[in-house]
């Protein structure tokens, strides 16, 4: 009969033992669940501080594309021989043209939609590659549908007698209109 009470009394504790435990359990179990909420509260709070922080960011470097500068020296009036100098067309989008008594500046787009034109050396003349237009080595058109020539950039020469070109202005030559090829600005008389 002692026997058995003492059997019951370890049975008993290790029962109220067994439920401790199974709090204990669950206690660490709700830790758990509580730290990972609080750290997944925090990796989502940091990421809205973190956009945020960056949205401001913005602010101050607006989107903006780099262009090649349109004002540049390309160098001597004597670095230039007569005919078509295509040295700045990559760089630059001009060709430097001399011819006996003048220096001018193409500015490299097709009158008709604005492709690249290709100097054609062996046949002296500029060709578009888009639809065909033909242009004689100073840039005047004369086959396919562009409808004017090409137009020329500002040149000028600095007091140091370098050439400077200035793709922002552009001279014309319109059917019907008087020519700006003539104008100052658009050539350097050499
Ligand atoms: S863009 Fe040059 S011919 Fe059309």
Redesign the pocket.
């Known amino acids: 009969m002692a026997a058995s009470k003492k059997g019951g009394a370890v049975s008993g504790g290790s029962l109220i033992e067994r439920i401790k435990a199974a709090l204990r359990a669950e206690d660490r179990e709700e830790q758990v669940k509580i730290q990972s909420r609080r750290r997944l509260v925090g990796l989502l709070t940091g990421g809205f501080l973190t956009a945020n922080f960056l949205m401001f960011l913005r602010f101050f470097f607006p989107r903006t594309i780099f262009e090649p500068r349109t004002q540049f020296r390309i160098g001597l009036t004597t670095d230039f021989a007569i005919g078509v100098d295509t040295r700045f067309q990559k760089s630059n989008r001009i060709w430097v043209v001399r011819t006996t008594d003048r220096l001018f500046v193409i500015f490299a787009s ?1 009158t ?4 690249t ?1 290709d100097w054609k050396l062996s046949e002296a003349k500029f060709k ?1 590659p ?4 033909g242009y004689d080595p100073e840039g005047r058109n004369y086959e ?3 409808p004017r020539p090409m137009d020329r950039a500002y040149v000028a020469l600095d007091p140091q007698g370098r050439i400077v070109v200035d793709t922002s202005v552009l001279y014309r030559e319109e059917k019907g209109q008087p020519t700006q090829f003539d104008s100052p600005g658009s050539f350097i008389q050499v």
């Open positions: 097709c008709h939609l604005g492709c034109p578009c888009c639809h065909g237009s396919g549908p562009a």
